[in-house]
């Protein structure tokens, strides 16, 4: 089980909005910045973006992040098939004193 | 541009330790600022942080594994590696490394190898 918690499943049809949000604790995403890594099966995971909502060069400005409190969110805009793959995020916890990530959360372009 | 690339036996028996490998190209791993991590992902399970080393030889470990694991440097061939002691099947795994950015505001994993798999098997 996870520290953060992340619903298993999200999907949207092209050119939607999507959400995938992420819930943890005050060790963690309430006390240090968020990151979200998308992964598609077989390939390495990469950065789509870090202290909470920016975007690493070459990310799409569809993608956005926010952060209150003890949760996390990524917004996705204009819903594209590329898009389907498996998002975590993932913050340092101070209890732990590691990097912790979320259960992830299989996006599903219909 | 920084890469990443992961080595090591792909086959271990129960109770061996694994033993793998990470190659840097396109930078150097003394560079400050950086850490440099180790993350597994079990078959159709999640991203695990294993853990990281700073170039000074620092490290944090995950306490699930902290006890088996044991991540080092070798400075001259620009590598780092993880040894897990005493596997067992639960160990099965993708193993990735990665880049671990760390600044006064934030952290990030922003270059991952391409993954190596791992299977423990009797």
């Known amino acids: 089980q996870s520290v953060l918690t992340q619903a298993p499943s999200a999907s949207g049809t092209p050119g939607q909005r999507v959400t995938i949000s992420c819930s943890g604790s005050s060790s963690n995403i309430g006390s240090n910045s968020v990151q979200w890594y998308q992964h598609l099966p077989g390939t390495a995971p990469k950065l789509l973006m870090f202290n909470n909502n920016q975007r690493p060069s070459g990310v799409p400005d569809r993608f956005s992040g926010s952060k209150s409190g003890t949760s996390a969110s990524l917004a996705i805009g204009g819903l594209q098939s590329e898009d389907e793959a498996h998002y975590y995020c993932?913050?340092?916890?101070?209890?732990?004193?590691?990097?912790?990530f979320g259960g992830g959360t299989k996006l599903t372009v219909l | 541009q920084v890469q990443l690339q992961e080595s090591g036996p792909g086959l271990l028996k129960p109770s061996q330790t694994l033993s793998l490998t990470c190659t840097i190209s396109?930078?150097?791993?003394?560079?400050?600022?950086?850490?440099w991590s180790w993350i597994r992902q079990p078959a159709g399970k999640g991203l695990e942080w294993i853990g990281r080393i700073y170039s000074s030889g620092g490290t944090n470990y995950s306490p699930s594994l902290k006890g088996r694991v044991t991540i080092s440097l070798d400075t001259s061939k620009n590598q780092f590696s993880l040894k897990l002691l005493s596997v067992t099947a639960a160990d099965t795994a993708v193993y990735f490394c990665a880049r671990f950015v760390s600044s006064s505001y934030y952290y990030a994993m922003d270059v991952w190898g391409q993954g190596t798999t791992v299977t423990v098997s009797s």
């Open positions: 993932a913050a340092w916890d101070e209890s732990l004193n590691g990097m912790i």
């Open positions: 396109g930078g150097s791993i003394t560079r400050g600022g950086h850490y």
